[in-house]
């Protein structure tokens, strides 16, 4: 199968975590949340559990994977997620195409290497217990990064994110790596932090910037 097509993943099923627990399939509860999870993978076996284990039941989750070789699809599968398969065609084009296949009104954009703090997520379950919100158009939400052996400390300013927001208000930016999202008109905070396991060491650091620098 090409990964150049877009292919169900229904035949990924998995009954167990990597330590063997029983997974409960909480990203296709139709009594969740009405929200749509959407995470773009690629490899990304050693974090996307911990991403998807940090939501609350959502009635809909879409992993878009570019043709990962570890356990991610699997991983994605036994939480419930809906997985796609399609070649990496840059990081806005990407993230757009997985926002375009979910299901519910509100999406909430996740990379495979962050996930919600417990006081994000019981906000997040706050905010849709009746139903989506009316206003505004989309929530930012604090990132916390884990920064060279230790995360970002609380007491440092943060840089906030739109993660949380109406699909059919969003568009991406034109940003050739670091494309995000954009509504109109002002936004919420969603309280918590998001995240971030990102730079370990000054290698991964390097390695980053070199990548980012090559294009």
């Known amino acids: 199968?090409?990964?150049?097509?877009?292919?169900?993943?229904?035949?990924?099923?998995?009954?167990?975590?990597?330590?063997?627990?029983?997974?409960?399939?909480?990203?296709?509860?139709?009594?969740?949340?009405?929200?749509?999870?959407?995470?773009?993978?690629?490899?990304?076996?050693?974090?996307?559990?911990?991403?998807?284990?940090?939501?609350?039941?959502?009635?809909?989750?879409?992993?878009?994977?570019?043709?990962?070789?570890?356990?991610?699809?699997?991983?994605?599968?036994?939480r419930g997620a809906r997985v796609q398969v399609q070649s990496f065609r840059g990081y806005g084009p990407q993230k757009a195409t997985a926002i375009a296949m979910a299901s519910e009104e509100w999406v909430l954009l996740l990379d495979a290497d962050e996930w919600l703090d417990s006081t994000a997520a019981d906000a997040l379950k706050d905010l849709f217990r009746d139903g989506p919100p009316s206003t505004p158009q989309g929530f930012t939400l604090a990132r916390r990064e884990w920064l060279f052996w230790q995360f970002q400390h609380r007491w440092t300013r943060m840089n906030r994110y739109l993660r949380l927001f109406r699909r059919q208000s969003m568009r991406m930016s034109d940003a050739a790596v670091?494309?995000?999202?954009?509504?109109?008109?002002?936004?919420?905070?969603?309280?918590?932090y998001l995240l971030h396991d990102g730079e370990k060491d000054i290698g991964t650091k390097v390695a980053k910037v070199n990548a980012y620098a090559a294009g």
């Open 178 to 192: 670091h494309a995000a999202p954009l509504v109109p008109g002002p936004v919420g905070r969603l309280p918590g």
């Open 1 to 78: 199968m090409s990964i150049d097509q877009l292919t169900d993943a229904a035949d990924l099923e998995e009954t167990a975590t990597t330590v063997g627990r029983p997974v409960y399939r909480h990203l296709s509860d139709p009594s969740g949340l009405a929200l749509s999870l959407v995470v773009t993978t690629l490899d990304n076996a050693g974090t996307l559990a911990r991403c998807l284990d940090s939501l609350p039941p959502l009635r809909d989750a879409i992993v878009l994977d570019s043709g990962s070789r570890d356990d991610s699809a699997r991983i994605a599968a036994s």
